[in-house]
């Protein structure tokens, strides 16, 4: 007690409140309980049964208040289980005043720094804990060290069954599923991964199968542990909706095959229809009056007859071009060139405008559905760029570059602003939207570019794989 006294003396001397001075440790955890107290010094040799570090030890179950061991015994063994209650000093007897205030105020320097620390891991589990994806932190052997509440939510695990237990002993994942996380994993260490994310499939402890997606970040001395951090999102809907797109997209497509398949029986009637019917009642009609004796009749009559034996020939040579711009391939063995030459030939070899065809390459064979298509897309390119473009010249050329076709149609026409035109708002132009649809159906794409004045150029691609007959 008279050592305590000088003590305090001392504390007070050097400015400190020095309150209360007990003699046992139950008193000490007591006095702890009942007032705040900033600071602790603790002699290890108490009166009673519990010495000062076990005090200590009653005292750090309800307080984060700093310790600072007082005592004239520095043996081995006091040392070890003093070291143990993780004490924020320790000074032997005799005392002086400097050690004294050093070690106070590192203490309490201590323990301001500590209980920030505190306060900022406490935020941090409290983000940890409320984000509405798992994280969970996996050290090098596959044991789970840590994971948020949100696992109970998705696995139907809570953190307790899960910590401390190797990933690969839970009956998460399937043979194959586990296998591309352990890659996933070595490849991460190796260097060698290419991504972050993995997609897998999951079996939760009710039996039922989620399809997650893990954000993997490989860190090294987390809580003094390499290993592997991941953020999992449940995908699951995400991924249902995609599939449902898919499907709708596909059933959109056969829908849209089977348009055009009637279109293309529609043309061939109208082609039929047009030819059997119609030039063949004009082809008749010119025979007669190209047979009739003109010496018998007067000069007006044969003027007449002329004029009307031009104006049946110009219907007959415009139902054959309009032929040609509507019946389908009759030929399905006809090659794709031989196909674009028939229709510059029959279309466009009488009219005002010159159509060249460039063609640098063997073009493989190919579907006879994606061959109808690439042949309206160019029937429609050059019906736009004659009837709008007003154009003089207009190139077809025909490339292969890394198994893509290419084909694009060049005129030297009046152009346009693509963005009005390509709206889709805009259903004057259709005719465009439709070439760009029939690219997409057999899996190419389209692209228009054009401005006022600077001609036009549409430009289409085709990946060969997904339009080669097989």
Do not use: W
């Not at 006294?5 to 139950?26: E, F, N, S, W």
């Not at 028939?342 to 009219?351: C, E, G, K």
Request: glycine content about 6%; proline content about 2%.
């Amino acid at each position: 007690m008279i050592v305590a006294k000088d003590i305090q003396q001392r504390l007070m001397a050097l400015g400190y409140a020095a309150g209360k001075i007990v003699q046992t440790g139950q008193t000490a955890v007591a006095a702890v309980k009942t007032r705040k107290f900033d600071l602790v010094l603790m002699d290890i040799r108490l009166q009673g049964s519990m010495d000062g570090i076990e005090a200590t030890r009653a005292i750090q179950k309800f307080s984060s208040i700093p310790i600072v061991y007082l005592t004239a015994y520095a043996d081995q063994k006091t040392l070890r289980r003093a070291k143990l209650t993780e004490p924020f000093g320790y000074i032997l007897k005799p005392i002086d005043d400097a050690a004294l205030h050093t070690t106070i105020e590192i203490a309490l320097y201590k323990a301001t720094m500590y209980e920030q620390l505190r306060q900022s891991e406490r935020r941090f589990r409290e983000i940890f804990e409320s984000v509405n994806d798992i994280i969970v932190f996996i050290d090098m052997n596959g044991v789970i060290r840590d994971v948020n509440r949100k696992v109970k939510d998705l696995f139907g695990y809570s953190p307790q069954e899960i910590l401390g237990k190797q990933f690969t002993k839970l009956p998460l994942f399937h043979g194959k599923q586990l296998l591309q996380v352990v890659k996933h994993f070595n490849n991460m260490i190796a260097g060698t991964s290419k991504a972050d994310l993995i997609e897998l499939e999951v079996c939760t402890k009710q039996g039922k199968t989620v399809i997650i997606e893990a954000n993997t970040t490989y860190i090294r001395n987390h809580d003094g542990r390499d290993g592997f951090l991941n953020i999992i999102r449940d995908i699951t809907e995400k991924k249902m909706v995609d599939r449902e797109l898919v499907q709708e997209q596909k059933r959109s497509r056969e829908l849209t095959k089977k348009i055009i398949s009637s279109q293309e029986e529609e043309r061939l009637f109208l082609a039929s229809e047009i030819h059997d019917e119609l030039l063949q009642g004009l082809v008749a009609i010119l025979y007669f009056l190209q047979k009739l004796e003109l010496s018998k009749l007067d000069e007006p009559t044969r003027a007449r007859n002329k004029q009307l034996v031009e104006m049946i020939k110009s219907s007959i040579q415009h139902g054959r071009a309009l032929i040609s711009d509507i019946e389908p391939l009759r030929n399905s063995h006809i090659g794709l060139i031989p196909a674009i030459k028939n229709v510059i030939s029959q279309r466009y070899s009488l009219l005002g405008t010159k159509v060249e065809l460039k063609c640098s390459c063997a073009v493989p064979e190919l579907e006879q559905f994606a061959k109808v298509n690439i042949i309206r897309i160019i029937q429609e390119a050059l019906l736009n760029a004659q009837k709008h473009a007003e154009s003089d010249a207009i190139i077809v050329k025909i490339h292969i570059q890394k198994n893509v076709l290419n084909v694009d149609v060049v005129d030297d026409g009046i152009g346009f602003h693509t963005a009005v035109y390509l709206s889709l708002r805009n259903t004057e132009h259709h005719g465009l939207l439709t070439m760009q649809e029939r690219a997409k159906l057999i899996g190419g794409t389209l692209t228009i570019k054009s401005k006022p004045n600077e001609g036009t150029i549409v430009k289409a691609t085709f990946p060969l794989e997904s339009i080669k007959k097989t």
